[in-house]
């Protein structure tokens, strides 16, 4: 089975998702300037999301650089000397084939010059960021405890970085274990793939694709700037004058970008692929697709929030479910910018006219398609769709559909 989610957000006044400028990201379609929020955005507010998190609790993944710390730390309690754990952690960040950036390198040199006294510095990290399931740490643990246990001079060999002659086939044995339980997935690595530099963590084929999200209209980016008032400043103040006008003017150092747009989202799942790098049953697949179309409605991005409160949800969302793997976006319906004073209703009237014309043409025989429209974009209709007036409703249906389908077949 292959579910397809599309989804049409207003967000207000924001900047969602910054490049390194400061200015909300953009991009170039239609030969117009467009918003954009970035896919990498969209997948750590889904996996950070409430929604995610109440739903699958501690059992989602780290993403991080810190794995051979974490196992230092779980070694610690069993009172490893200080000596060893070092050695540890720089046996495991080498594992990790080291990606970086003119700016990492920079950092590094900065770190280097400031290594503490236990000798910890960039080395013992992994050199790129990498999910790792909940329990990895402690797994990996407990393996190196066992392998100093029941043969101490494989041990030293693999903290020393040595491979000798009649030990190669030990430590290779002991790594394929710590790859062995590195294969136990969470929900969040089997939608969002795993890749690494390292033949102690197996790489894993996402699931699921999410598109960046752009504006289905040209897009101006705008600019304001930090003030301030003192509460005690006429109380205080020796004159009249000083008491007038804001305490703080900022300047071209305090300047904040932002924009507003329509925008237009877009991600798929390979379910049967889900189920497989999961093991699960099909209720907790389709569960766990019900709870990706919740978390990427209702989780926005963080970027200046405190500043803009820019929260939004989206005024339309199409499921569509079919047996056959046939990706297909509809941000062709947006080659053309909509204009007009209602973006919304434009953008979800450019959307239906598409699918009528073009998706349809191209559509599975088998495809079925669930609809939540409302606002703004209420009176439109989708070919062939099902309607449903709450989040809760669509996503019940499109779970239901999941699994009756996954049990006829």
């Not at 920079?106 to 050199?127: F, I, L, P």
């Not at 976006?329 to 598409?354: D, H, I």
Request: proline share 3%; with cysteine; net charge neutral.
């Amino acid at each position: 089975m292959f579910v397809q989610i599309h989804m049409l957000q207003s967000m207000p006044p924001g900047n969602l998702n910054r490049d390194d400028t400061g200015q909300p990201k953009k991009c170039i379609f239609g030969g117009v300037t467009r918003g954009r929020i970035s896919s990498q955005c969209l997948k750590r507010n889904i996996r950070h999301s409430s929604q995610f998190r109440e739903a699958f609790g501690d059992a989602l993944a780290d993403r991080t650089l810190y794995l051979p710390r974490m196992v230092a730390d779980k070694l610690k309690e069993s009172d490893f000397p200080n000596k060893d754990l070092s050695k540890i952690k720089t046996a495991l960040g080498k594992k990790f084939k080291s990606e970086k950036s003119s700016s990492d390198d920079a950092r590094e040199k900065n770190d280097s010059k400031n290594t503490n006294s236990t000798g910890d510095d960039v080395a013992d990290k992994t050199g790129q960021l990498v999910y790792f399931p909940p329990l990895f740490a402690q797994k990996i643990a407990e393996l190196i405890s066992r392998l100093k246990k029941d043969n101490e001079s494989i041990y030293k060999e693999w903290i020393n970085g040595k491979k000798n002659k009649n030990g190669y086939d030990k430590i290779e044995k002991f790594e394929s274990e710590i790859f062995k339980a590195s294969e136990t997935l969470t929900v969040d690595i089997a939608l969002f793939g795993r890749m690494t530099t390292s033949d102690l963590v197996v790489n894993v084929e996402a699931t699921c694709q999410v598109a960046h999200a752009i504006s289905t209209h040209e897009t101006m980016i705008e600019s304001d700037y930090f003030t301030a008032m003192d509460d005690r400043k006429r109380e205080y103040a020796s004159t009249q004058t000083d008491q007038m006008g804001a305490a703080f003017l900022g300047s071209g150092d305090t300047e904040t970008f932002f924009n507003a747009s329509v925008y237009y989202k877009y991600l798929n799942v390979d379910f049967d692929a889900l189920k497989k790098h999961l093991s699960w049953e099909d209720k907790d697949s389709a569960n766990a697709v019900g709870n990706l179309v919740c978390a990427s409605a209702l989780a926005n991005p963080t970027g200046k929030q405190n500043s803009f409160a820019a929260h939004g949800v989206p005024e339309l969302i199409l499921v569509e479910i079919s047996g056959k793997k046939h990706p297909i976006s509809y941000a062709n319906a947006f080659l053309q910018p909509v204009e007009g004073r209602n973006l919304m209703t434009e953008s979800a009237k450019a959307l239906s006219s598409y699918i009528k014309s073009v998706a349809t043409a191209f559509a599975p025989l088998d495809m079925r398609r669930f609809l939540l429209a409302v606002g703004s974009a209420d009176s439109v209709e989708v070919n062939g769709a099902t309607s449903f007036k709450s989040l809760e409703d669509l996503v019940k249906s499109v779970v239901d559909a999941l699994e009756k389908t996954e049990a006829m077949a």
